[in-house]
């Protein structure tokens, strides 16, 4: 296979990849907006997966050539357009989801303060049966 050949099926792979990855950011984003959590962790995986053939598409078509020499050649060009074009898109759906994500762990963690605070305002006691019970009594001890 000529290396022209070769670079335009590694140009082919990689901006179909980049596709795929797009999509799954996409769903990502639903994902999140759902709070799915148990679909997340799959999704995460197949992000790393597509990421790691991207990475790997790339590396291998460096050994051919450069980018800026892909972006004059006339039969590349286009296509390497559509690719930068993905790389884009991916990227910006990427910290979208990044942002909603660091917003939800800002909530969790106001959430979680506010609930130790509560239980520190109160007092854990233990009935005759074991079982708790929480008091916003004091006991009466001051240090």
């Not at 709070?35 to 078509?61: F, P």
């Amino acid at each position: 296979m000529k290396d022209a050949d070769k670079i335009s099926s590694l140009l082919t792979r990689q901006e179909m990849e980049l596709t795929n990855l797009n999509g799954l950011l996409c769903n990502e984003l639903e994902i999140l907006k759902n709070r799915d959590l148990s679909v997340l962790e799959q999704a995460s995986a197949d992000k790393e997966a597509l990421l790691t053939k991207i990475n790997q598409l790339d590396k291998e078509i460096s050994h051919y050539t450069s980018l800026e020499q892909l972006k004059e050649e006339p039969t590349h060009s286009e296509q390497v357009t559509r690719i930068i074009s993905l790389l884009h898109e991916c990227k910006q759906q990427n910290e979208v989801n990044g942002q909603i994500i660091n917003n939800s762990q800002i909530a969790i963690n106001r959430f979680k303060n506010m609930l130790q605070k509560s239980i520190s305002n109160n007092t854990m006691t233990y009935d005759s049966k074991g079982k708790t019970s929480i008091s916003n009594k004091s006991i009466g001890i001051k240090a």
